[in-house]
């Protein structure tokens, strides 16, 4: 009966999941369990699954095998509802991936405005109050590439707000920016942790994982080898495959 | 493209540079022999009788052409690069036209009276009596027309064609391709010939002008298809990726955040298939449409002035897709700037 405790507080479920590209194994017998207002940091060295587990939670990616439920709906390749799905779930990438035709503003708007059937007014208004949560409500009329790496980041952050989703992916979202544009980033995300927003972040920011995560996954080819609170995670690491990879990340 | 910041020596300053163009221009001046030319006539009153200058003849008038044509490239080189643009085009204009005038036509013929508007003209008011007037009123008229119509419809096929052809469903697929293959495999004469002679047989009586639409716009919307599907997957990736995690449905991230993004990369193409699409509907001519081409051939045939309305047929064409071309320049321009 503690199953159905947990699950009624989890939003994100994933039960034996395994993913192939060809022959190789991404992904190896994932079970996770991602409760509401959670803080998961995923880390772990380049390959070792991270992303594409990340991106199999709003099905960018398919899995093959296994169930993965997200606020309850499972996710498959026959599904009908997966936009409406996707419309609980934002996600920010590593690449901002931003709509260089329109400008900030009309980025945030877009979502609500086009698929949401929220009216242009209140979508403005929605899109304004967010820009000014990731500080730069002054950047809302210019474009895209007029804009630093750190500022198109907060703006593709406030874009995926403004859908007002019930989760947050980060997939590695300081890791195309100069180093000093990482803090602006990781700032606007702290930010949003306090707001009680449930995360799910891929990152190498091991002092953004201290201060926020509830829980740190380690991965490695395609597994979880460990997963802790940030505390016993440094302190008290498991695995020989953790030790390594934190000696060579904190050193 | 990339201009270097150091700037090398013209190589027309070069004296030994200027000395082997200067030979070697004089060898094919002499080689070429224009003594019996207006520049012979010229020169006659140095070499004498043009007929009778022989050797001596020969070479003054090659070595006053080489000086002539070397000097004024020495002095081009000295202009500003716009001056430059501008004095060359114009004096390739007048050698062109010297060469059209070297084929001692009768330039008044073009604006005579033509039998075919007079008898023409008390049915349809339509058309000045002049042969050049009818080119304009008529045959400029349906060409435009034509063409306007034939890439409004070569657009939307290519749209769908190109969607089509990167979709996943097979029966799209299949039929894209194989349209795009058949177009694109015969030649467009043949194309307007099989659809002119070849729907009547099922049945289908069709006129002329709608055959000569049907035919350009099935042509070039194969190939501005491929260049659509070109546009499109040159987008990243990761704008699909951004809108499908924003819940956009498919139709609505071609329509939003695709296409208004491949239009820049689309248009330069595009507006070539546009302009080579307004030449060739000189092809369907032959299906009898009084089109540029057509009023060109019959109203020269009359009197054997072929050259003539040939010539100003090419003038004609030559404009609008001069015309065209600012076009294309000024909406490539507004792009550029909004992205």
Known sequence: ?251 | MFVDTVIEDKVLHKPVFLLYLSLTVLAIFFAFNFTNTIFGEFLSPVIGNPEESGFFGRLTVSFVLTILFVGNLLLISFARLKIQILIVWVELFFLFLAFAYSFGLEIAYIFENDFICSTESARKKLCTPSKIGLMVSKGLFTTIYISAVSIAIATVIAIFGAIAKLSNNGFAYAIASFYTSLFRGLPLLLQIYLIYMGLPQLGFMIDAIPSGIAALSLCYGAYMTEIFRAGIQSIPKGQWEASRALGFKFRLILQKIILPQSIPIIVPPTGNQFIAMLKDSSLVSVLGIWEIMFLAKKLGAKDFNHLEMLLTAAMIYWGLTIVLEMIQARIERKYQQKT
């Open chain 1, 1 to 251: 009966m503690g199953d159905s405790i947990t699950n009624e507080n989890s939003v994100i479920s994933l039960k034996g999941v395994n993913k192939w590209y060809g022959n190789f194994q991404a992904l190896k017998d994932i079970n996770l369990e991602i409760n509401s207002k959670e803080k998961i940091v995923i880390c772990g060295p380049s390959g070792s699954g991270k992303s594409t587990l990340i991106r199999c939670l709003n099905r960018l990616e398919a899995h093959q095998e296994g169930q993965i439920h997200v606020t309850g709906i499972e996710l498959h390749n026959r599904m009908k509802d997966i936009d409406t799905v996707r419309q609980d779930i934002g996600m920010v990438f590593q690449s901002f991936n931003l709509f260089p035709h329109l400008t900030a503003l009309e980025n945030c708007m877009a979502g609500p405005n086009w698929v949401k059937g929220v009216d242009e007014k209140e979508a403005k208004e929605r899109a304004m109050a967010l820009l000014k949560q990731v500080k730069i409500p002054e950047q809302a009329d210019k474009y895209p590439e007029q804009l630093s790496g750190g500022q198109q980041q907060r703006v593709a952050i406030a874009r995926s707000l403004c859908m007002q989703p019930k989760v947050m992916l980060f997939d590695e979202p300081t890791s195309a920016l100069d180093p000093e544009m990482v803090s602006e980033v990781l700032d606007t995300m702290v930010e949003l942790a306090k707001s009680g927003m449930t995360m799910i972040c891929v990152t190498h920011e091991m002092g953004f994982a201290k201060q926020v995560a509830d829980r740190i996954i380690f991965m490695d080819e395609g597994e979880i080898v460990e997963q802790n609170t940030p505390e016993e995670f440094f302190n008290n690491p498991q695995n020989d495959r953790t030790k390594a990879f934190l000696n060579q990340i904190l050193s």
